[in-house]
């Protein structure tokens, strides 16, 4: 099992980036592009997280194109946002949704630690776990909705996207994984380059995507948020998990948009 601390360095070649930017997408999405011996590779995950903030932006252009074409068809502003949505989830195959409802279907129902790890491990979904993906779906919806104009709204997504993936780098740094097994402590430790990567791209492609003081009042948020996660994660798990990842995003996503939204 690799030691989080004995990660692989960031790639500097650009066979690495392409490989590492493979990876991230293998991973945060269900696009068969993953390198097939990336398993084995000792730390691969955690050196690509350096560029999960640009797979993000990917996702979320696929979820600002799907609200175009449903405002061209005429289906109005809810209608489109859930269609987004909708997007977004089926690239993702519902990753960070499964997370953030295992999330709080344990911290919910767990009375300790070890009981909270064991219920986020069973792949059964409680009243805690479905009321978390209702709230957060039904946020987002809303508040993609309340954007003055479609494309607005669909530039928002590309950069949120990228944004509310920002945060999984710094966190598996700055935090050990909650079990010794599972995909948190299978990914490794990122080294400081990739944090840093991961930080300054999701900056980046907000600052070019929507304007200057959105983009900083909105990245300070999703720190805020992917914060609160990781307290409560720390206090109440020990540690990170790829569960913790997910709810990161997705807290994450919600805090974003809703600071898009007012700043309008």
Known sequence: MPDPAESPPTSTSAAGWGRDLRIAAGFLTRLPVAPKDVAAER???????????????????????????????????????FLAIAATVAITGALHEDGLADVADGLGGGSDREARLRIMRDSRTGAFGVLAIVFSVGLRVSLLSAFFTPGEAALALIAIGALSRAPMAPMAYLMGPARTDGLAAAAGRPDRTAVVIAKISALVIALVIIDVWTAIVAAIAVAVAAGWIAILAARRLGGHTGDVFGAAQQVSEIAALATVVAMQ
Do not use: H, N
Request: aromatic content about 8%.
């Open 43 to 81: 730390g691969s995950l955690a050196r690509a997280m350096a560029l999960f903030p640009i797979i993000g932006a990917g996702i979320g252009a696929i979820g600002g194109l799907v609200l175009l074409a449903g405002f061209e068809l005429g289906f109005g502003p809810l209608a489109s946002a």
